[in-house]
């Protein structure tokens, strides 16, 4: 590996004295005003999406189209950037997806990178670089990185007993294992995580862990592995980010602080597999890196793959970092490669880790096994050369300090009255009557005839360049793209108080007429490349047609440009104004939400809730057809005692229940309530189905589902032990 000659020091923090001569935002920090460092050059990071299937627009949201934004934006301001990304093709669901499908690994990340690569090059996405972790220069980087490591004697080698399936032959890495999360119960938390509440888990955690490979109970069976000591890093890690990094979006710096807080463990860098980065030790057959040990990595070997200069990028200290993810991937980009890279020497740190939480789509999370999810590839077919709308909802919504909702109606809304109306508008309306009133040809300003208005507006577009910038400096990208559009709203404004189609009336009563109709068409014109300049990070398709409208070359969108209203030359003609955006019809909105509710794949048990929620109505055979002892022994009864029940809000049927399971407390949400009032169940026993998946009912998730008989009549009754038991007991 490169070392290179400048050893890494934290970023230093220097306290802001006066001016500002370098142009750049100052951020706000607490209560004290920072200067930012004074960087030479910028790398950003997307994170690395898995290669075992397409991109959803959460992923758009969540990282690659902010972090597009920001390197468009820095571009603009000319400063030395980069940007890198790649697919990630080690991760433990390619090996899954490779065996439901049939195929090999290499066959799987293969398909999906390319369709990955594909998509968000046609997004607009602008990597410098956008690779592959399969890759040999990634495979070298990745085991000379371990191999330092090994060599300084930092790992700690340790024989442990893990799962194993023996019906696959093979030791089960943490994904491979599923089972219920002893903190929420939900029943298919993995064994490193809980995707539902976020909990960091191992297998052993698990109740009733079995193989997702093959169903089996897992056994226990002794291997070796190499254990990186976090903990030893513990305290350097508490300096680094809760005294230095208080500037950290709040959804990043809390859950590092609550991570540092809990306190950290050794964690294995290796696992059995043979699909991966091998180990590079002697005596260490089937055993390859831990994905989150060489994803992270990812960045360093397409930057060397980008260029020859990559260590100016990750080892010079002016070198300002920044990794653009989710949410679900802070731990790693925090804490655990940050502590990698330390332990390793000679690379910078990042500077800002800007997570976004989740998009939720039309009120549900986002589950790619349920198919709940707007794809990348789907929406170019749909919507072609419609990009920028995307973009525009995906930025104006972005779930940025908190997990946001994405709808089809809030897409067509935003797309319809705030680009269509505001943007697109206002543009077309100064090109249509510049033609009408100028004679296709920027006019003149007459100083003498400005007035208030002219004045104030000229103000907003050089005020509008601050604000944008400063906002976009601290990865506010809603705000930003808010100012912008708010700037347009002002145009409109500003012209439909001049109305200078109402002047153009009156040429040959005011001899000022003539005057009055230039200055607010050239200030209009100067207001639309200035929406020009600021619109192109985020939407740059959108940028290039105004360009091609106003008849200017691309330096024209050079950030120094944002705030100037002498863009366009007096006397220069433009062309004819060409729509810059369509109005999207209702009729593809439903057409959209159909789509995604006939695609959605309901689960067993949500087919089963929905047949509960119809108690009373159904003509079933006596007897359902036979099962075998397998099928029972998958249904995870429990007893445990009603503790609360509520009716749900504009739900005749339902009663919100929370059900005391003695490890824990889960809500149930049941269809019970013309049967039963709330106050009369609390305190029943009642056995219920543990291991059901989660289903959301009027915006309340249930977990679980209460048996009841019901008998001729109709009429609903528990089934419960016939006496007062342990909450938690089995049933069998
Ligand atoms: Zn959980």
Redesign the pocket.
Known sequence: MYKCATPVRMPAREIHSGGDSSGRTRMLIKDKMMAPKDYKRILVTAALPYANGPVHIGHLAGCYLPADIYVRYQRAQKRDIKFVGGSDEHGVPITIRAMKEGITPQQVVDKYHALIKDSLAQMHISFDIYSRTSNKVHHDTASAFFKRLYDDGLFEEKETEQYYDEQAKTFLADRYIIGT?P??G?PN?YGDQ?E??G?SLSPEMLIEPHSALSDAVPVKKKTKHWYFPLQNYEPWLKEWIIEGHKEWKNNVYGQCKSWLDNGLQPRAMTRDSNWGIKVPLPDADGKVLYVWFDAPIGYISATKELTDQWDDYWCKDDTKLVHFIGKDNIVFHCIIFPAMLKAHGNFVLPDNVPANEFLNIEGDKVSTSRNWAVWVNDYLQDFPDQQDTLRYVLCANAPETKDNDFTWKDFQDRNNSELVNIFGNFVNRAFVLMHKLCNGKVPALHKDTLDEKDAAILNDIKESKTKVESLLEQYKFRDALFEVIDLARKGNKYMQEKEPWIVAKRLSENPKAQELIDNCLHICLQLTANLAVLINPFLPTTAKKMLHMMKVVDKILDWENAGKTNLLSVGYSLREPQLLFRKIEDAEISLQVEKLNKNKIVTEAEKQKEAGDGIGSTDQPIIKSTIQYDDFAKLDLKVGTITAAEKVAKADKLLKLEVDLGFEKRTIVSGIAQHFTAEEIVGKQVVIVANLAPRKMKGIESNGMILMAEDKAGKLHFVNPDKKIDEGSGVS
Do not use: E, G, L, T
């Open positions: 999360c903190v929420c939900n938390a809980c539902r509440c909990s």
